[in-house]
Structure formats: C-alpha cells, structure tokens
C-alpha cells in the first residue's frame, strides 16, 4: 500500500510541474505555465541548444534582450489576434513588416505596409489631459544621413498642431509642412488650418501671424523670394511688395508667356474681380 500511495504522490507532483515533456508525437513540444526565460533557458532547462525544437508558452518574460531569427534565415515572425492571423507579420524574406497582411508590399525601399478589408488607418495620439495652443498632437518626421557629426539630421517633416487651447467643443488643429534646404528646418512653412485656409510662408499656428481667423478656403501667400526667371510649362504666382516700399504686398505672377507691347485695343469682353474688398470690371480683348 505505501509503495501505491508514493507512486500516486509522484504522479500528482509530475502533473503540478510548471512544464512537461509533450507525447512521444511531438517531443519537441514544450508547455510553460508560468515559466520564465532566462538566457537561452526556460526554468534552467535547455531548449533548442543543438538541434530546433517548439516552445508553446502560457506566460513568456525575458529579462534580457530577445533576438529572433538571429542567423538571418528565411523565417517569419508572426503575431495573430483574435480574428487575424496577420495581426503583425515579419517577412524576413522580404524584409519587411505587415500589418493585417502576411505579404506586405515588396516595392524597393517600402518596409511597413498595413492593410485591412476596411481600409488600413494609423492612429497616432497625444497622451495628454491639456492641449494648449501650438502644441504638438502627431506627426510623421522624414531623415537622412548627412557627413556631420550630428549623422542623422531632419528633412522634412508633417505636424498636426492645436490651433487653439482645446476644451470640450473646441478641437481646432492645422497641419503644418516644413522640408528643409540646408542643416535646420526652416521657420517658414506651408500650414492647412481647421478653415481650409492654406498659408504659404509662415508657421505661426497659435496666432497665424496676423492671418484674417474670419477667413474660410482662402489661399494665403507671404512675401518670399521671386523667381529668377520663368519656368518653361509653367506660371509662378507669388507675393511681392510694390514699389511703394515695404508691408505693400501685391499679387505678382512669373508666366513662360513674354508680355505684348499694346497695340490697337479694343474690348470686347470683361470679367469682374474682387481686389481689397473692392468688385472691378477688367476689360479684356478677345484674340
């Protein structure tokens, strides 16, 4: 009878071990309940160390680094959801991530590519309780190498700002693009406020740098640099002082088109424009 009771003990034990050895169909397989990884080690038990062998985990901590596909194989890393099996795929022969799919796009130089049956989104958020006015709620940053010892420098970036404090009913944001020319981006930039005003020129998002805020679907260009001469296919609009000095912006207009000297005019047409707040006929004359 003790011999049966300390067999029926030591079967008890085996069965409350936080891992086991699968049948002799799978012996490779190995369950953890609990366990935790330790090196190359699960509970100080050696897995895999010579030949490949499969873990099947309930709970999986790593205290240190964790490396997958070390020897730069053709193998795949995936992670599935609850109805996705493609929730994130590593394709380690394309080089590449996907998301929602396990044949992200292999086009030179793309390495994350999300996919969904709905459309694919991005979310990107700012976990904050108080957004105030200029402050930064996302963005996507592009950058390159250069030969400095500063290495990798900003390019070019896409900002969502707040355009105002934000409260309850009031969410007003804007985008703002900036690409740079030489080591630092530049002050200037192209902003598309919550009115669907385009401003060219200035960044100031809190203030709009003394924009008319009463202004809906409005183009707005700031003084810069004109053109050094036209552009073959092309027209160039842009703002310039006239010639009655500074803080007199006018509109001004680059065309491939040389001007006509006037000869005989006769109008036989007018269009209405409106010009300060002002409505004129400008007469033109047929060709």
């Known amino acids: 009878m003790r011999t049966y009771i300390a067999i029926l003990a030591l079967f008890i034990a085996l069965l409350a071990s936080p891992f086991y050895m699968a049948d002799a169909s799978d012996v490779h397989g190995v369950d953890v309940v609990g366990g935790v990884v330790t090196g190359s080690t699960i509970d100080d038990t050696t897995i895999g160390a010579t030949t490949a062998q499969t873990g099947k985990f309930t709970t999986l901590e790593a205290t240190g680094a964790v490396v997958f596909n070390d020897a730069g194989a053709d193998v795949d890393f995936k992670a599935e959801g609850d109805t996705d099996t493609a929730l994130l795929h590593v394709n380690a022969g394309s080089d590449s991530v996907g998301i929602g799919t396990s044949s992200p796009d292999t086009t030179a130089g793309v390495k994350l590519q999300a996919h969904d049956s709905a459309g694919a989104g991005l979310v990107l958020s700012r976990d904050d309780t108080e957004v105030t006015a200029g402050d930064r709620i996302g963005g996507i940053h592009f950058k390159a190498f250069d030969s400095s010892t500063d290495g990798t420098k900003i390019k070019g ?27 630092a981006l530049p002050a200037t930039a192209m902003v598309l406020d919550s009115d669907a005003n385009l401003i060219i020129g200035k960044d100031n998002i809190a203030t709009h740098d003394g924009a008319d805020t009463s202004a809906v679907n409005v183009l707005q260009l700031h003084n810069g640099t004109p053109p050094a001469a036209a552009v073959a296919g092309a027209t160039q609009i842009y703002s310039k002082d006239s010639s009655d000095g500074a803080t007199n912006a006018t509109l001004a207009i680059e065309t491939e088109q040389a001007i006509e000297v006037v000869g005989t005019f006769t109008p036989s047409h007018k269009l209405q424009i409106w010009i300060n707040g002002v409505e004129y006929h400008i007469q033109l004359d047929a060709i």
């Open 157 to 183: 970036e896409m900002d969502l700002l707040a355009e105002t404090t934000f409260t309850s009913s009031i969410h007003k944001t804007a985008f703002r693009f900036r690409t740079a020319e030489g080591v």
